[in-house]
């Protein structure tokens, strides 16, 4: 998801506020070595704590900048008795210039030169969501950089290494050594963690009108180097499944003017299954194309032989009666084996969490009809 401009704001303030009151002094760098299986896949589906079948669960993109543990513990605690499964966080936070005290970030990329942050306000903020993650038995998956600028992205490599756009960020030997080195630093923090669910390439990685071979040469050289790290996790791409010839009705998102291709991408040996993102209010679709969107690529990964998984979903109004048709169609469809709605909501210490106009809040009656109601049917399907 692109945050909007405003969205965004709104987003960081409410963060900042969360900020200054409770930044914990206690250290918590917790890595638990654990012998039950780690996640995986089987076929066309997922396999989680020995358990195979399909996966309900969310999004929060800034669960790892709260500075609050209980508020941390809340999201956890709230997913666990709800029934929700895997949460996918964003495992970056990019940044041009060192900002004030008190502000979250973990990684700054300034006059060609990359700093990772790994102390209180920096990575241990991702520490803490990961050891809440293993108590409440939530699996995360973790994404190294955002296409869009939203917590700096790859126009943040760019502004410090040289290029004119985005693009510039999948070829280039310098910026890709610094990104290999934060997943490095990352993925070695966190590789023993019975919390990981998967580790992931990007956040909607898109090369505007770029050969499809860009992206799939960044995918297969970045996915064979994660598994050179951790050969015991899945790895996924994070892209909103773009690009497919097959079942296309020739509308936008099937096609290839974003640079990828969703079946080359997939068969890439190093990646474990596919994910897809669905926004008719973004992409000019109606919301019941969606449906398709979902068949088509259940077809496409049952073709390839790996789990698809609807990792994002969401519009501004009607959430219910728009949104459980697809998880429906979702739940029903052979390739498909997990959805994640965009995006979580909660209360917390400082208030409710950020509103982007997706928000499924915990206790309200959208929350009924898209969770609960989700995760009955899934346990009975
Ligand atoms: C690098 O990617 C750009 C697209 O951003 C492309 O124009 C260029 O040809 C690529 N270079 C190589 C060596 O693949
Ligand atoms: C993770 O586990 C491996 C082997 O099980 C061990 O060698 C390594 O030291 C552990 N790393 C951490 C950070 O605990
Ligand atoms: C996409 O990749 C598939 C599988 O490799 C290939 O058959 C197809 O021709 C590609 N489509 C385009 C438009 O590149
Ligand atoms: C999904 O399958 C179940 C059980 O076969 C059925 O009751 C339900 O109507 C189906 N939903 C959709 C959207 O096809």
Redesign the pocket.
Known sequence: MKLTRALLNLASLALAATALPSLHTTTTTTTTITTSANPSTSGLQFTIDGETGYFAGTNSYWIGFLTDNDDVDTVMKDLKSSGLKILRVWGFNDVTTKPSSGTVWFQLHENGQSTINTGSDGLERLDYVVSSAEQHDIKLIINFVNYWTDYGGMSAYVSAYGGSSESDFYNSTIMQTAYQTYIEAVVSRYKNSSAVFAWELANEPRCPGCDTSVIYDWVEKTSKYIKGLDADHLVCIGDEGFGLDTDSDGSYPYQFAEGLNFTANLGIETIDFATLHLYPDSWGTSDDWGNGWITSHGAACSAVGKPCLLEEYGVTSNHCSVEA?WQ??A??TTGVSGDLFWQYGDTLSTGESPDDGNTIYYGTSDYTCLVTDHVAAIAQA
Do not use: A, E, G, H
């Open positions: 048709p429906s169609t739940l029903n």
